[in-house]
């Protein structure tokens, strides 16, 4: 068995500065998951969005921060990326291939666009991917409620055709 590695993606004060559903619970699960991690020695690792200049998710503002509600150690490893695509030109790829990684656990924001991708381009790469169906949020969006998107995706993911199949969905908690 492989090594594995808790991706937390955009959790940061710019995308929480508005409700996102469940947040609080989710941010806390987060919290949980990443403390069993380090203590069975697998890696965390935060990725955030970086926004061009002028926008509240660019490094130089506020909102780029990681949520305060957070809980990141100083050997927590933190990625900026500038795309949807947590692996679409940053170092992750280069740095899960170092450590040894096979098994990814994705969570965070937003459940239809970052984490989303994130998913898709980890099973295209050949890693076997757990989501925690409960380790995700989004807004309500003008066509359908947060709910509804995170119960859509957390249905959808497990059914996508790469070559390591689909995401195998789960919860936080049954995450050892």
Known sequence: MGKRCLL???????????PRYDADQIVRRLNEL????????????FVQHCGPEGDPL??????????????????????????????LETDLLALLKEWGVTKLVISGFA???????????????????VVPADGHTTADREHMPAAKVIEHHNATWPWL????????????????
């Open 8 to 18: 937390i993606v955009d959790v940061q004060e710019g995308l929480f500065a508005t």
């Open 34 to 45: 990443a403390d069993r991690f380090r203590a069975s020695g697998d890696p965390v690792v």
């Open 58 to 87: 660019h490094p130089s503002q506020a909102g780029h921060a990681l949520y305060s509600a957070l809980e990141p150690r100083p050997e927590d490893v933190r990625i900026a990326k500038k795309s949807c695509d947590a692996f």
């Open 111 to 129: 459940t239809e666009f970052c984490v989303d991708t994130t998913i898709r381009s980890a099973l295209a790469l050949g890693f076997e991917t």
């Open 161 to 176: 055709v790469t070559p390591v199949g689909g995401a195998t969905m789960t919860r936080c908690a049954e995450i050892l």
